[in-house]
């Protein structure tokens, strides 16, 4: 939990911050400009989502198997995500017939 005042995130919001202990958390390399981060659900059910930057989403393992740096993480996008993907410049798909 962050210590002191936070100002605005860069997307003029200001988020609060809930004290939930000791975490182990993970980064993933996609975000808000990415997909639509509050659309996307993790097929691994002990994973939840804390929340992204532009760039970043943070994810709570503390409860999950033990992932490593370098492991994939699955989420299952609803419509606005799966949409904000797959415009993305940023997002490399692959189609599968």
Same mark, same amino acid.
């Given at each position: 939990?962050?210590?002191?005042?936070?100002?605005?995130?860069?997307?003029?919001?200001?988020?609060?911050?809930?004290?939930?202990?000791?975490?182990?958390?993970?980064?993933?390399?996609? /975000?808000?400009?990415? &997909? %639509?981060?509050? /659309? +996307? $659900?993790? #097929?691994? =059910? *002990?994973?939840?989502?804390i929340g992204a930057s532009s760039d970043? +989403?943070?994810?709570?393992? $503390?409860?999950?198997?033990?992932?490593?740096?370098?492991? %994939? @993480? =699955?989420? &299952?996008? *609803? !419509? /606005?995500? +799966? @949409? #904000?993907?797959? $415009? =993305?410049?940023? %997002?490399? #798909?692959? !189609?599968?017939?």
């Open positions: 939990m962050p210590i002191g005042e936070s100002g605005a995130n860069a997307f003029g919001e200001h988020p609060k911050f809930e004290s939930n202990g000791d975490q182990i958390r993970g980064i993933c390399k996609i /975000g808000r400009q990415d &997909t %639509v981060a509050d /659309g +996307l $659900t993790p #097929r691994d =059910s *002990d994973i939840k989502i970043h +989403l943070i994810v709570d393992l $503390t409860n999950a198997k033990e992932y490593r740096v370098g492991d %994939v @993480l =699955s989420f &299952t996008p *609803d !419509y /606005g995500a +799966l @949409l #904000r993907a797959y $415009t =993305s410049a940023y %997002v490399f #798909r692959d !189609y599968i017939e």
